[in-house]
């Protein structure tokens, strides 16, 4: 299974300190599952992209929304565990443009993702998002990386 991350604006640079911290975590993603990042100038193009990916299963659009389910890490893991055991080849979890997605491209994703009710800049939600997916690979493989909480 391949997941990308992906987000809708000007491409990061290295001079982006958040960058250098989200290329860290997926390469250690990448020990479990490959895992790749990409950015679209726009919505079209990056809806364009996604309609030119093939394999024997569908892509799978994840797109953030502030209005999307929110999950737990465990939740979260348990979910791309799911669709692993299912026979997703490809999940693209997209950060959308500024002014939030389109209603058609909402409708068509699989499912809509929340980080939660605050407004995030686009290089903190890759971040973020970053970490989750090296967290869920963590806690499907049984890694100490997370330890969750107890009690």
């Known amino acids: 299974m391949v997941l990308t991350l992906v987000h809708i ?3 990061a ?3 982006d300190g958040s960058e250098k911290l989200v290329q860290a975590y997926l390469e250690r ?3 479990f599952g490959r895992c790749a990042s990409e950015s ?3 919505e079209a193009a990056f809806r364009e992209w996604l309609g030119r990916q093939q394999g024997r299963t569908p892509v799978w659009p994840v797109l953030l929304d502030s209005r999307g389910k929110q999950m737990s890490s465990e939740a979260f893991a348990g979910w791309i565990g799911a669709r692993r055991d299912e026979g997703v080849q490809h999940i693209v979890f997209a950060i959308g443009p500024a002014d939030g997605w389109s209603e058609e491209a909402r409708t068509s994703a699989r499912l809509l993702l929340s980080l939660g ?3 995030l800049a686009h290089s903190l939600a890759r971040l973020v998002m970053a970490e989750q997916i090296f ?15 107890t009690g």
């Open 9 to 11: 604006g000007p491409a």
């Open 13 to 15: 640079t290295a001079k």
């Open 29 to 31: 993603s990448a020990g």
């Open 40 to 42: 679209f100038r726009s």
């Open 117 to 119: 009710p605050m407004t």
């Open 135 to 149: 967290r869920a690979y963590a806690i499907l493989t049984g890694h100490p990386y997370h330890c969750g909480h």
